[in-house]
Nanobody, 128 residues
Framework: QLQLVESGGGLVQPGGSLRLSCLASGSTLDYFAIGWFRQAPGKEREGVSCISASGSSINYADSVKGRFTISRDNAKKTVYLQMSSLKPEDTAVYYC?????????????????????WGQGTLVTVSS
C-alpha cells in the first residue's frame, strides 16, 4: 500500500523559496499520479498542483502558476514542490496525496480526486 510523507516545510520570508518533498514507501511510485494540496487556517483544502505518473502532464492552481514547480523522481520515490516568490497567502499546511489520473487535467486537481488517505502534512509559514 502506498504511503506518502511530506517534509521540507518551515518559516520563510516573503519572496523566499522552499522545496517540499513527498517520499513514497510501501509501493513503487511509478504508476501513480500525485498531487500537492494545501489548507490555510480557516479555509478549505485546495489543490496546488498535480503531476501524472510519467510526469508528462502537469497542472497548477492559478494562484501559484509561475511561482511553483512540481516534479518527480520515480527512482527516488519522491515528488517535489519547488516554491518561489512566496507570499504570506501561501501560508498553509501542505499535503501530498495519490490522485486519480483525471486530476492532471487543468481544473481537476482538487481534493475530490484524492484516492488515498491524507498524511500529516508539512507546515509552510511565510512571514517577515
Amino acid at each position: 500500500q502506498l504511503q506518502l510523507v511530506e517534509s521540507g516545510g518551515g518559516l520563510v520570508q516573503p519572496g523566499g523559496s522552499l522545496r517540499l518533498s513527498c517520499l513514497a514507501s510501501g509501493s513503487t511510485l511509478d504508476y501513480f499520479a500525485i498531487g500537492w494540496f494545501r489548507q490555510a487556517p480557516g479555509k478549505e483544502r485546495e489543490g496546488v498542483s498535480c503531476i501524472s505518473a510519467s510526469g508528462s502532464s502537469i497542472n497548477y492552481a492559478d494562484s501559484v502558476k509561475g511561482r511553483f514547480t512540481i516534479s518527480r523522481d520515480n527512482a527516488k520515490k519522491t515528488v517535489y514542490l519547488q516554491m518561489s516568490s512566496l507570499k504570506p497567502e501561501d501560508t498553509a499546511v501542505y499535503y501530498c496525496a495519490r490522485v486519480a489520473p483525471r486530476a492532471t487535467v487543468q481544473g481537476l486537481c482538487v481534493p475530490h480526486n484524492v484516492v488515498d488517505a491524507w498524511g500529516q502534512g508539512t507546515l509552510v509559514t511565510v512571514s517577515s
